[in-house]
Every structure is written in C-alpha cells, then in structure tokens.
C-alpha cells in the first residue's frame, strides 16, 4: 500500500478498485465534482454510465446486481442529485439488493447552514439503508468504504449511502485500504444450529404432503443447486415468489409455478393443503400470503432465512432455521431420507388444467384479433430459447412477464417486487444488460411505466446497449384500471394514457424499432427484434382492457383464487 498523499476523491477511487469495483452508474454535479475529476484519470479501470436521471443510476445498479451477484455502485452529487436516488435505494432495501451509493455533500463547515444544495441526506436515508453515514474528512474514507461493502454484502443484502462532504473529496490523506471483515455486534450470518437442522429434517422427513416456497434467498445465497438436491431428494413440489423466479428452471416438474395474487391456481390452493410448509428466503409478504388468519393454519411451518427478524414477523415458525441458505438447506438436505410424493405432487395437475383451461389457453393463443400480453411475452420467451434475462416494469406487465416467460437459468428475472416501483424496468434492463452483456435482456414495460424514466434512451444511445424493449401498450395504467373494473365499479378514473409515438421517441434516440398490431406482425417483428444484439423497441398495441388472473383479491383467503 503506497503512503504517499493522495485526495479523498483518489483514496475513494482506490478504495473502489480494492473492493473490485468494475461499474459505477452516476451522475455528476457541484457537490461531487472532484470525485468526477478523479474518476477521469480511472476511467480505463472502471468503466462508469452516464445516465439520464440519477433515479436511473440507482435502478441500473439493481439491475446489474441482480444478474451478477455483485454490489451496484452509484455516484450522485448533493441535493437533488441525492433525492433523486431515494426511490431507488429504497427498492433496493425491500427487495435485498446490495448496494453502494455515494452522494456529494456540501463542505463540513457549511453543514446545517442550508447551503447551495445541502440536503440531510443522512437523515432521509437512514430508514431505508443498512448504513447511512456521513463521511466529514478524507482521513475516514478508506474505511467508511471499506465497512459499506462489508455491509452492503454480507447477510441480507442492502443498499448503504455515504455521503461526502466536498472537503473530504479534496484534502490529502495517507492511504491505506484494509477490507472489513467484521463489525462489533453486527452478525450478519447467525451460526447454524445443528438441533434446529435435526428438527426441520424431522419434520419434513414425516411429511406426506411438503410444499416448499422460494424467495429470493435462494439466488441471493447461491444456493441453487443446493435447493434443487433437497427438493428431488425429498420429492417437494416447489413454488415460487416473484423474486425467486428462475431459481429453478420452469420446466422441472418439481416447480408448480407462482404464489400470490397472480400466482398460479394449483400452488395457493396446496398452501393450505399441505401438512409441512418450507419456506426457503422468503419472507411471507403480504402479496404472498393474502389474509395471514386463514394462511396455511393446517401446516407445520419451517422457515429458512439469514435474517432473524423476518422469523416470525407474518407467520409463526415451528421450526426456524437461521443462517445462509446454501448451508443451511445442504445441512436438512444431509439428514433428509429419499422420499416419493407421487399422488401429492400429482394433486396440482388438476388445478394446473383448469388454469390452462380457463386461463392460460386464450391468453397465449388468442382467438380473436387482438394481441394479449400473456402472447407477447411467451412469444419473446420462445424467441429467445427461454435463455434471456426478463425484466420488468411495474403493472400488469410485470404479473403477465413473471406469469408467461419461462426461465432455464438463475438470475433470470429482475423487477421491483417489494416496492412496485413504476419507472424501474427500462433502467434495471440496461444494468442487467451491461452485468451479462452476452445474455440477451428483455424488458416489459406499460406504456405508463416506461414514461417514469423513458429518459434512459439516452444512456442507451451514448453507451449502445442492446436491450429489447417491449412496450405493452394497452393506452391504459393497466393495472389500475383493472382494479377499477374489478372493485370501483368500472369507473376508469384517470387511467386512460393519450401516448407519443414510441417508435419516433426510439428513433430519436437512434434505437431501432416497429410497432405492431396484429399477430402477424408481432411474430415478423420479434423475430427481427432478436435477429441481433442491438436494442430495440417493439411497441405492440394490446387489447386495452386485458386482465391478469387469476387473481386473488387482496385481504382474502389465499384459496379465493378468481378465474375470471
Ligand atoms: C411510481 C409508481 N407510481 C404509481 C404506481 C401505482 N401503479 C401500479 S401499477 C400502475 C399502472 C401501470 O400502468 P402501465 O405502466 O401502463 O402498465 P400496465 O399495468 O398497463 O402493464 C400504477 C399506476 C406505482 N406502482 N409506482
């Protein structure tokens, strides 16, 4: 390690490069320039994004972690810049995406004397981050950074921000970096107990009609494989949250599809069927378990999660199994006897024919001229072998992406599942590009959503990525107006969209595109929207009034599953 002086805004570069920083999405302004001017002499080291909003950078970062496994990191300057993230980095929190994010902040000495563009960013974080610090001096940097990743990382992921004053960015400083790898009273890992391991194995080894649910945990931990050994070791039928979708390929005949709101028929129905629920990295979220007083009330519960505070904040545990998924399920995996299930396993095709009967069929392969999302998106799916990253915006388009694309890889799916954050899709499709630029990356967005952060044309146009943008365009906030049909008495309340040209707005921007409205059409343009790996914006004109369903009603039992 060199002693000889540097600036904070060197030492923050260094500190970056030390932690295998390869990505920074940013934007620069006042209150961050001197961290610009350094990063001008790193810019063959670290390659960094110049989005078009800092909302954009935040969501990028997710969604090129989300595809990697590694912590997204985002420069933003003071005030605006910094509120700008909020959004972002609140998504980041609910959904366990790690996270750097630092923001420029005016000079120590001017700190609480509202100056230009001072924001108590400290202040406004603090609720949604790990860790929220303010750093003062250049001296501190190297550690601060240092403990931000440590915390970003370990555990349950997480968003941290840092906020440095624009003295720390320039004073001088000795440097030396040293990796954190532990925090007093913080245990981010809580230690496997084998009597616990002893019992959910127990449990599950009595079983005659196990269920597993998996969330995101799965992934977060690497503990596919893991998970795939415990369930046909055991014979568990498998479902899925939204974010734990692509955990497991579609196709495995273990996996009986989603949980939820949208989910599939078959998979909430069991949940209160089952005799023992195994839920692995998820955290029993409201849209999940519909009401909690009729909730699998028949089961045992065991409960797998590296986060404590999650045991039994929704549904009690029976049994709760703390510590890394990928440990902890091999640990159960070890004590488990083979098993068959054949007649329980077999009991979701029933419901599964009835969903495809009623449902799924029409959705697909539509009988009448209009295009439907369920179509689109199984088409592009199709197009694509069932190898491309799905990303999604918020809407209908996320329920119908996470409903029709079939996934044969882990990190297969990005979306904003705990905040619901419209805006998201378009930038997360250019991270999730930019982390596997080999993949191909298909985002679904709404026509309302896509015009929350459409700006991002221009991080594509400047940086030429090759996202495939599929913009459903129903002309409505889909999934509002659903809503408003199915409970407001059809009364469409500032839902309906008058929209530009999609299709211009992507020329402007140098992005190829077609818009199309019959299923010839959809069929020729996707088959050119994926010919090659340039981006591309497929704007296709939906039936306006589509639906997502089934659907369970919020607040009502689980098993309410609406057909129609
Ligand atoms: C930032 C933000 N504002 C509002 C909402 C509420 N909301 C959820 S879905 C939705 C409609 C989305 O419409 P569109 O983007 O056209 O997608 P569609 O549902 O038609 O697929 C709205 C307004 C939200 N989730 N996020």
């Known amino acids: 390690m060199s002693q000889s002086q540097i600036s904070g805004s060197q030492a923050l570069m260094r500190a970056f490069l030390a932690e295998g920083v390869e990505t920074i999405f940013g934007y620069p302004g006042g209150a961050i320039m001197p961290v610009y001017d350094a990063l001008y002499d790193f810019h ?17 970062a997710q969604g090129y972690s989300r595809v990697t496994g590694k912590t997204g990191v985002v420069i933003a300057t003071s005030g605006p810049g910094a509120t700008n993230v909020i959004t972002g980095v609140a998504d980041a929190m609910i959904d366990s995406t790690p996270m750097v994010v630092v923001c420029g902040q005016v000079v120590a000495s001017l700190l609480a004397t509202d ?7 400290v202040g406004i974080t603090q609720p949604i981050t790990k860790w929220s610090y303010q750093i003062r001096s250049a001296a501190e940097i190297p550690w601060a950074v240092a403990r931000a990743f440590y915390i970003a990382r370990e555990g349950r992921p997480g968003p941290v921000v840092l906020d440095l004053t624009k003295n720390a960015q320039i004073e001088l400083m000795n440097f030396h970096y040293e990796p954190c790898t532990f925090i007093r009273s913080f245990i981010p890992t809580p230690p496997i107990d084998e009597q616990v391991v002893s019992d959910a194995a127990a449990l599950i ?16 931990g690497n503990a596919e494989n893991e ?19 692509s955990a497991m390929p579609t196709d495995h005949p273990l996996n009986k599809g989603m949980l939820g709101m949208h989910g599939n028929y078959g998979c909430n129905i069991k949940t209160n069927e089952c005799d023992v629920l195994i839920a692995i990295g998820m955290r029993f979220d409201d849209r999940v378990t519909s009401k909690l007083a009729t909730y699998a009330k028949q089961a045992k519960i065991i409960h797998f999660d590296i986060d404590i505070a999650e045991i039994n904040k929704n549904v009690k545990a029976d049994v709760a199994v703390l510590g890394n998924s990928k440990e902890t399920i091999a640990a159960v995996t070890k004590q488990l006897q083979p098993a068959r299930h054949d007649e329980w396993i077999s009991s979701f095709d029933s419901y599964a024919k009835i ?7 029409e959705e697909i392969d539509p009988s009448t001229p209009d295009i439907k999302m369920g179509e689109v998106i199984s088409k592009v799916s199709e197009a694509t072998g069932h190898k491309a990253i799905c990303v999604t915006d918020v809407g209908q388009n996320q329920m119908m992406g996470a409903r029709y694309f079939r996934f044969s890889q882990t990190r297969s799916m990005v979306t904003s599942g705990g905040l619901g954050t419209m805006g998201f899709g378009l930038p997360a499709a250019i ?5 596997a630029p080999h993949r ?45 049909e199915m409970f407001f008495d059809e009364r469409y309340s500032f839902t309906n969209m008058k929209n530009p040209d999609f299709v211009a707005v ?20 996707i088959a050119e929207m994926v010919s090659n790996d340039d981006a591309y914006l497929l704007e296709v004109r939906i039936e306006p009034k589509g639906m997502v369903l089934p659907m369970v009603p919020a607040g009502a039992d689980i098993t309410d599953v609406r057909l129609k």
């Open 44 to 60: 063959d080291k670290m390659r960094h994004i110049l989005v078009r909003h800092e909302q954009g950078a935040v969501h990028a």
């Open 431 to 435: 991270g999730a590009k930019i982390g």
């Open 355 to 361: 969903e495809y009967d009623e449902v799924i069929k």
């Open 440 to 484: 191909t990356v298909c985002l679904f967005c709404g026509d309302g959503g896509i015009q929350m952060t459409i700006q991002e044309l221009g991080t594509i146009l400047q940086e030429n990525i090759g996202v495939k943008i599929i913009v459903l365009n129903n002309h409505f906030l889909g999934m509002v107006r659903q809503w408003q």
């Open 506 to 525: 992507a020329k402007a921007y140098g992005i190829n595109g077609k818009c199309v409205s019959t299923h010839e059409e959809l069929d020729h343009a």
């Open 115 to 121: 100056a230009f563009q001072e924001t108590d960013v």
């Open 227 to 245: 998970l795939l050994a415990m369930l046909e070791k055991a014979q568990i039928p498998a479902a899925w949250t939204l974010l734990g979708l």
């Open 205 to 220: 080894n009595q079983a005659k009609k196990p269920f597993a649910l998996v969330g995101q945990g799965v992934i977060l």
